[in-house]
């Protein structure tokens, strides 16, 4: 399938398409597997969501990749 299928134009059209939905998605649950990870490995709070955050922003660039 094209990008150009993909795409929508409309006011009535998706927010997200359902691949980016779903980058997103699996990004989120990474950086929050990751900040979980980060807490119970006794690290303090502000370095756990900066794992997490880091994690969460290369899972979009990995999922993204991928997801075809």
Request: aromatic share 6%; proline share 4%.
């Amino acid at each position: 399938m094209s990008r150009a299928d993909r795409e929508r134009s409309g006011p009535d059209g998706p927010l997200l398409t359902q691949r980016a939905a779903i980058v997103f998605l699996l990004a989120a649950l990474a950086g929050v597997g990751a900040t979980v990870l980060a807490v119970l490995s006794g690290s303090v709070w502000p370095v756990a969501v900066s794992v997490g955050s880091g994690t969460a922003a290369t899972a979009v660039l990995f999922f993204k990749e991928i997801i075809d």
